[in-house]
C-alpha cells in the first residue's frame, strides 16, 4: 500500500482518515464556519480530516442550478479557510487548464466521477504534484479502475486515492459493490468510501438529484467494517437549504457521534 501524508492526515498508513465538507462553496462566511466547526469536531474525536468543498459543480442536473461561486472566488475562498483555519483543503476539477490553477490553493485534486476516464484531465491533474483522488464512475467496474491507477503513476503521480461512490442501478439509483474495496486496494492506493454521494437518486428530483441521507450512517459503519482507508461525506449545517445536493447530505449535528462510532469500528477490526 502507498501510504502518504497531507499535513498532519495520514492516508493508507493504517489510520482511518476523513474528508468532509459542504457539497459547494456557498460563501466565505459559511466555510470558514462549516470548516472550523467540521475541525472542532473532528479534534474532540481523535480523527484527520481534509475540507472539502467544490468552487464549481459543473455537472448539474439543469441549468438552473447552483454552480458555486466560481473558479476565482471559490479557490480565494478555499484558500482563505485553509490559511485562517488551518485545514488541508479538496476541490474538484472538470478540464486540464485548471488542475496548475487549483493545485496553488488545493492539497489534493478531485476528479469527478463522470470524468474518471478523461485520460488529458487525469495528466494535468498528476503533473501538478498534488494528491489526487479519482471518483470511480458510476459506470465502471472496480477492477476496471487499475487504468486509472496507471495512467497517473505514469504521469508521475505519487500520491494517489480512489473513491467508490455507488454504480448505477436502473434508473435513478445506485449500488455500492462492497467488493470494490478490496478489489481497489488491491492496486495498492488507498481506498475511499464516498458514502453520501453513494446514497443519492441521480435526477431523482426531475431538474435536481435526490437522495436518502437517512441510511448515511449504515452506509459509513459498513464501508470502515470493510476496511476502507477514508470516509468521505458531504455535512452541511442546513441540508433542506443546502443549494446542492442537499438530501444526501450529512446534517452537522450527526457528524461527531457517527465519527466516533467510526473510529471505533476501525480500531476493532485493526485488532484482529
Known amino acids: 500500500m502507498e501510504?502518504?501524508?497531507?499535513?498532519?492526515?495520514?492516508?493508507?498508513?493504517?489510520?482511518?482518515?476523513?474528508?468532509?465538507?459542504?457539497?459547494?462553496v456557498e460563501s466565505y462566511e459559511h466555510a470558514s464556519m462549516m470548516a472550523g466547526s467540521i475541525k472542532g469536531i473532528c479534534e474532540r474525536v481523535g480523527v484527520g480530516f481534509v475540507y472539502k468543498s467544490s468552487f464549481d459543480k459543473a455537472n448539474r442536473s439543469s441549468l438552473e442550478s447552483f454552480r458555486?461561486?466560481?473558479m476565482e472566488s471559490g479557490l480565494d475562498i478555499l484558500r482563505r479557510v485553509k490559511e485562517e483555519v488551518g485545514v488541508?483543503?479538496?476541490?474538484?476539477?472538470?478540464e486540464p487548464?485548471?488542475?496548475?490553477?487549483?493545485?496553488?490553493?488545493a492539497d489534493i485534486l478531485q476528479i469527478p466521477a463522470f470524468l474518471c476516464r478523461q485520460t488529458d484531465l487525469l495528466i494535468a491533474a498528476a503533473k501538478t504534484g498534488k494528491a489526487v483522488n479519482v471518483k470511480k464512475g458510476q459506470f465502471l467496474a472496480p477492477w476496471d479502475a487499475k487504468n486509472i491507477v496507471e495512467k497517473l503513476q505514469a504521469a508521475g503521480c505519487e500520491k494517489?486515492?480512489?473513491?467508490?461512490r455507488g454504480a448505477s442501478f436502473g434508473y435513478n439509483n445506485l449500488v455500492v459493490d462492497l467488493r470494490s474495496f478490496p478489489i481497489m486496494r488491491s492496486f495498492g492506493v488507498p481506498v475511499v468510501f464516498d458514502v453520501t454521494h453513494s446514497l443519492q437518486l441521480p435526477g431523482g428530483l426531475g431538474k435536481a438529484t435526490d437522495g436518502q441521507a437517512e441510511y448515511i450512517e449504515?452506509?459509513?459503519r459498513a464501508g470502515v467494517a470493510c476496511g476502507v482507508?477514508?470516509?468521505?461525506?458531504?455535512?452541511?449545517d442546513n441540508p433542506a437549504r443546502a443549494p446542492s445536493d442537499g438530501p444526501n447530505q450529512l446534517p452537522l449535528e450527526r457528524l461527531e457521534p457517527l465519527l466516533g462510532k467510526l473510529k471505533s469500528i476501525h480500531q476493532l477490526i485493526n485488532e484482529n
Open 160 to 164: 494517489i486515492l480512489l473513491t467508490e
Open 229 to 236: 482507508d477514508v470516509v468521505f461525506m458531504e455535512v452541511h
Open 97 to 105: 487548464w485548471q488542475a496548475e490553477v487549483a493545485a496553488r490553493v
Open 68 to 70: 458555486g461561486e466560481g
Open 88 to 94: 488541508p483543503v479538496i476541490t474538484d476539477i472538470h
Open 218 to 220: 449504515h452506509f459509513a
Open 3 to 24: 501510504s502518504f501524508e497531507i499535513g498532519e492526515v495520514g492516508f493508507g498508513g493504517g489510520d482511518l482518515a476523513f474528508i468532509l465538507g459542504p457539497c459547494v
